[in-house]
């Protein structure tokens, strides 16, 4: 089946840049989307097509993606960004989600 | 604004099936993809599939035997069944939008905790 793999956790400091990866066999011939999660919330749409904002998304949150890598940056880090995030991507139209990256803003 | 709700028994027993429906609102049944996605307390996110407008269904692969996915036109609702639960059930479920060919989970349900017990 297919994997996409994240680090369990990443750690910045306010105002600096954080990059969380998500990785799998040739995951740059998928789109890929990001999801925020708070603690007790449902997750939200933060990235899709592997670089668009949702509307009422802020500018700071961006992604790209090579061939088997896709990332979600956040310039400017804000205490509010501290969340789990996972990526997604659909193969063979079955979803398929990431373990989740803990993101702490300290 | 589109609005998804999540309804249903929070405690189910081993070996029974746990429904849940989804009402949405503020968009037409009749259009997009519906998802069922779930969250065990403390993991991570799992896909359970989704029912297209025309009635097609695609389940995980891991599940696809005991999981039914269905619309209602009618109440502007879809419904998962899953069959033969055990406590590895146990989860908040989420219901969701699919937007587009990209199946873009948009908008989400608040969700809605099952637990299997006896």
């Known amino acids: 089946s297919y994997e996409l793999t994240q680090p369990p956790s990443v750690s910045v400091s306010p105002g600096q840049t954080a990059s969380i990866t998500c990785s799998a066999d040739?995951?740059?011939?998928?789109?890929v989307c990001w999801y925020q999660q708070k603690p007790g919330q449902s997750p939200v749409l933060v990235i899709y097509?592997?670089?668009k904002r949702p509307s009422g998304i802020p500018e700071r949150f961006s992604g790209s993606t090579s061939a088997s890598t896709a990332t979600l940056t956040i310039s400017g880090t804000q205490a509010m960004d501290e969340a789990d995030y996972y990526c997604?991507?659909?193969?063979?139209?079955?979803?398929?989600f990431g373990g989740g990256t803990k993101l702490t803003v300290l | 604004q589109v609005h998804l709700q999540e309804s249903g028994p929070g405690l189910v027993k081993p070996s029974e099936t746990l429904s849940l429906t989804c009402t949405v609102s503020?968009?037409?049944?009749?259009?997009?993809?519906w998802s069922w996605i779930r969250q065990p307390p403390g993991k991570g996110l799992e896909w359970i599939g989704y029912?297209?407008?025309?009635?097609?269904?695609n389940y995980n692969p891991s599940l696809t035997s005991r999981v039914t996915i269905s619309l209602d036109t009618s109440k502007n609702q879809f419904s998962l069944k899953l069959n033969s639960v055990t406590a590895a059930d146990t989860a908040v479920y989420y219901c969701?939008?699919?937007?587009?060919?990209?199946?873009?989970?948009?908008?989400w349900g608040q969700g809605t905790l099952v637990t299997v017990s006896s």
């Open positions: 969701a939008r699919g937007l587009g060919v990209a199946l873009v989970l948009d908008y």
């Open positions: 503020g968009a037409s049944i009749n259009t997009y993809y």
């Open positions: 029912v297209f407008y025309t009635g097609i269904t």
């Open positions: 040739k995951l740059g011939d998928k789109y």
């Open positions: 097509q592997d670089n």
């Open positions: 997604q991507a659909w193969d063979s139209r079955t979803g398929v």
